[in-house]
């Protein structure tokens, strides 16, 4: 099992930003990759951006590519999303998630093994 525990959300302006940190515990060495994922209300959870721990590869949802920065420890205990320009649409509840392994990519929920509680992200305009 690996446990997933978020930080840093906030409230922040438009242009703004935040650091979120993700702390994995439990059997950290298992894991692949992580990703972090954001829910709006009425809408679909959806993809932001994933470390693969083998070659630190990266990958970023186009609405975020340029503006988040998905970093992690050599340990796999703890990854870092860093939002910058953060905009309106950002708003919503921001989770990171764990697989043991990918069977068609980083994009879908369904690749993920293990999840957090998530935390708020709110950027007022």
């Known amino acids: 099992q690996v446990q997933l525990v978020e930080s840093g959300g906030g409230l922040v302006q438009a242009g703004g930003s935040l650091r979120l940190s993700c702390a994995a515990s439990?059997?950290?060495?298992?894991?692949?990759?992580i990703g972090w994922f954001r829910q709006a209300p009425g809408k679909e959870r959806e993809f932001v951006a994933a470390i693969r721990w083998s070659g630190s590869i990266t990958y970023y949802a186009a609405s975020v590519k340029g503006r988040f920065t998905i970093s992690g420890d050599n340990a796999k205990t703890t990854v870092y999303l860093q939002m910058n320009g953060l905009k309106a649409e950002d708003t919503a509840v921001y989770s990171c998630?764990?697989?043991?392994?990918?069977?068609?990519?980083?994009?879908?929920?369904?690749?993920?093994?293990?999840w957090g509680q998530g935390t708020q992200v709110t950027v007022s305009s």
């Open positions: 998630a764990a697989a043991r392994t990918y069977t068609t990519g980083p994009y879908s929920p369904r690749e993920y093994d293990y």
């Open positions: 439990g059997r950290t060495f298992s894991t692949y990759a």
